[in-house]
């Protein structure tokens, strides 16, 4: 077997409308959902960012007056947090002696191992994950004070990580929707071709002079029909061209053979007695002679 008898027949228009179109809604919706994400993520961290500003200010106003006066700063640094939720701060002297720390576990070793910042913006801000638990924040520099200021992120990750389902799921329903009803779009497409195949496999050769109407179809496929319809008319005229070769040689063929049916005719109502077995050479007359051959070739035939 050949290479091109092997080689496989090409996908239908049908499948590759519908895969293409199935690949290019599932990737938008994919790009969407992820747009939507990232979005939602920026948010988060630009909403983070501002309660650990205002975090941050409110202890830089409390240190303002740390330095000449220490007394009850425990107090007023508890107080600092007043109204936010889920966050957490620390601060350290010049020595790295811890001065005040909210019940957060583990935040101190990562005041000591960052660089602090003197401006506190989108990239200062740094994620760490402490005990199973994630936070953002940043370390700034406050003078002689250290401070690190920390939210935490487990409703921002569990929203985003129902979110992030929710997306996935809808793009992955969105897109088999979107197969199927292309598919459907497809086929409903088809249909006129199916129509012209169905009238094309009604003309035969008795029906010759059957045409197709371009006006009856869409107007993509208007060009198809008229290249048909000019097949169509030159396989008529060809026929036709044939049908009267065959009439020409017909009557050409007439004359002859009716002179060789007549000449036979006359030959076998004349009475002998012959054998028809005998060779030619021995027939007694040239009539007898032209019978044993009108009798062989008849019998070739």
């Known amino acids: 077997m050949t290479s091109s008898a092997r080689r496989r027949r090409p996908a239908s228009l049908a499948l590759r409308v519908t895969t293409f179109v199935g690949l290019a809604t599932t990737l938008m919706f994919l790009l969407s959902a ?16 501002g309660e650990v500003r205002a975090v941050s200010q409110s202890v830089e106003a409390v240190l303002a007056g740390a330095s000449t006066n220490r007394s009850g700063l425990e107090h007023r640094l508890a107080g600092a947090v007043a109204g936010h939720h889920g966050v957490y701060f620390l601060v350290q002297d010049a020595q790295g002696k811890l001065l005040y720390e909210t019940a957060t576990p583990g935040l101190a ?5 960052m660089e602090p910042v003197t401006r506190l913006d989108a990239q200062a801000l740094r994620i760490w994950r402490v005990n199973q638990r994630t936070y953002r924040g940043a370390v700034l520099r406050d003078g002689p004070f250290t401070v690190l200021v920390a939210m935490d992120m487990g409703f921002h990750l569990h929203y985003l990580a129902e979110l992030k389902r929710a997306l996935w799921l809808g793009a992955l329903m969105t897109s088999i929707i979107s197969i199927g ?9 088809h249909a006129p071709i199916r129509r012209i195949s169905a009238r094309m496999q009604d003309i035969t050769s008795e029906h010759l002079h059957v045409r197709l109407d371009p006006e009856q179809v869409p107007i993509e496929l208007a060009e198809l029909v008229v290249a048909f319809n000019t097949m169509l008319r030159r396989i008529e005229d060809s026929f036709q061209r044939l049908t009267n070769a065959s009439a020409d040689i017909a009557h050409e063929l007439r004359t002859p053979l009716t002179n060789l049916i007549t000449q036979t005719q006359v030959a076998l109502s004349k009475v002998r007695g012959m054998d028809l077995n005998l060779r030619p050479s021995g027939y007694e007359n040239d009539d007898a002679r032209f019978l044993y051959l009108a009798f062989r070739g008849i019998n070739r035939l």
């Open 109 to 113: 070793g990562f005041a000591n191992s």
């Open 34 to 49: 992820w747009g939507i994400e990232v979005s939602i993520e920026r948010h988060f961290a630009e909403q983070d960012l």
């Open 181 to 189: 009803v292309a598919w459907l779009a497809v086929q409903h497409g």
